[in-house]
């Protein structure tokens, strides 16, 4: 996230992911947890693992040195090389046969660890003792691991086979030794999906250990709180209808920019609420990454447990999330600004959830003051449009917007000038909205002054 947005591990989506997986190790469960490559890259994933591994009973499994390899491969021929015998005209290729001498390809230079995951565990369980030849069962059989909670980060290993032999291991002694889960040692493994062996993840033991994916961990309480709390202070413009044009652009902001939270934090810094000034402001914010989208998300199942296999390179970019019950892809996924369309479904998206309320709030004084005005016969014609199939008219009906207009044109109710204009606003704003049609600016600030006193 963004600079001078709250820490991630205070908003209260990523808090309750974090007590999730304290109380599957309290449980006496071993525990995977698998971030994206964003989350790691932003410094997120760590500062999360440290509140993670502040428990009483964490061990962490030190970082490994690394050092340096090199590694030189014969690159075979494309075809057999030619020999003394072979005709001059078959030797004399002109580039038209790739018959060349046997090559080697530029050295390889790589890292490796200088010792395993097991012996830097045997180091921080047991100290400078040399390690044995099996680190894991030393320590199991001299009871160093009873009732701990092993904490390894994997993004910091360079072998995954290496971090995935301790994923294997060490939840399947405590199954055989049938422990209670206050004794039993359970692993905290923390790791992108690069980081392990993927056959792995698909055939962890559902027995001992938990899969916890961060997919759907941030919703849209989260992403208000993030907006709220980086807003700069006078970036919006403080007149009559204000107060309505801001609950607006508050909800607008948090439909468009959904689980990306620094989008979010980069539009509460600077997006005036003007819709007409959006799409440059989105445009105007770029990520880093740059993955192919897929062309079309219809196919795609959403999973609230874990993402999609064929948006995994997506969510390890940090641009795809499971967020308010559905799939959604930043809208500035490879800097690249949504389509007028879809842009403007989630701006109408973000003004129905705003104006709902205080549409349907005016709407019922309206009805007071028409029914106070009204002649029976009258409210006996509005009502007819308005009772749902089946229902009879003699019963108390809600009078909608449409039917008060219809009774306040044709003369059959008498209201002030300002109820007047405040109730044809009102209908047209829910015509419009009905019709999932988002407003314009201007329809905005005509709807906010009515709205003010």
């Known amino acids: 996230m963004n600079a001078g947005g709250p820490p991630l591990e205070s908003l209260p989506g990523p808090a309750g992911h974090l007590r999730a997986i304290a109380d599957d190790l309290d449980g006496g469960w071993s525990c995977v947890w698998l971030v994206p490559d964003s989350l790691v890259g932003s410094g997120d994933a760590d500062n999360l693992l440290g509140v993670l591994e502040s428990r009483a009973d964490a061990v962490r499994v030190p970082a490994p040195q690394a050092r340096r390899k090199r590694r030189t491969t014969p690159q075979p021929s494309a075809a057999p090389v030619p020999s003394a015998d072979t005709p001059a005209w078959a030797r004399a290729t002109l580039g038209v046969f790739d018959w060349e ?89 923390a790791a992108r999906t690069s980081d392990v062996p993927f056959r792995l993840l698909d055939h962890v033991d ?26 700069r202070p006078g970036v919006r413009r403080a007149d009559r209808g204000s107060i309505v044009r801001e609950l607006v652009a508050d909800e607008v902001l948090v439909e468009v920019a959904g689980p990306d939270l620094a989008l979010a934090a980069f539009l509460a810094a600077g997006w005036d609420g003007s819709l ?31 993402p999609p ?31 007028s369309a879809n842009l403007a479904s989630l701006v109408w998206r ?31 014609e509005m009502s007819r449009g308005t009772a749902p199939p089946g229902q009879d008219t ?29 109730l044809f606003r009102l209908r047209d704003v829910r015509n419009a909205l009905a019709h999932l049609r988002p407003l314009d600016d201007g329809e905005l600030i005509r709807l906010a002054e009515v709205l003010s006193p």
């Open 394 to 422: 003699g019963e108390r009906t809600i009078l909608e917007l449409g039917a008060m207009a219809w009774a306040v044109q044709t003369s059959r109710v008498r209201l002030s000038a300002a109820e007047r204009e405040l």
């Open 309 to 339: 296999a064929e948006l995994r390179p997506v969510w390890d970019a940090g641009l795809v999330d499971y967020w308010d019950g559905q799939l959604r892809i930043s809208p500035v996924a490879n800097g690249s600004t949504p389509s």
């Open 206 to 231: 559902a027995v001992t250990t938990r899969v916890h994916w961060w997919w759907g961990t941030c919703g849209r309480l989260d992403t208000a709180v993030v907006a709220a709390t980086t807003r």
């Open 350 to 380: 973000g003004q129905n959830r705003a104006l709902t309320t205080i549409v349907d709030g005016h709407r019922a004084r309206l009805e007071a003051r028409v029914r106070s005005r009204a002649s029976l016969a009258v409210l006996d």
């Open 276 to 306: 007409a000034a959006l799409p440059a402001h989105l445009e105007a914010f770029t990520h880093e990454v740059d993955v192919d989208m897929p062309r079309d998300l219809r196919h795609v199942r959403g999973n609230p447990e874990r």
């Open 101 to 189: 001498a046997p090559r080697e390809t530029p050295p390889e230079t790589g890292v490796e660890s200088t010792s395993t995951v097991a012996q830097r565990l045997w180091t921080a369980c047991a100290g400078a003792e040399e390690p044995p030849g099996d680190p894991i069962g030393e320590l199991a059989a001299r009871g160093h691991l009873r009732g701990q909670v092993v904490v390894l980060c994997a993004w910091e290993e360079h072998d995954p086979d290496d971090v995935g032999a301790l994923l294997t291991r060490l939840p399947a002694f405590a199954k055989e030794r049938g422990l209670p889960p206050g004794e039993r040692p359970r692993l905290l493994l």
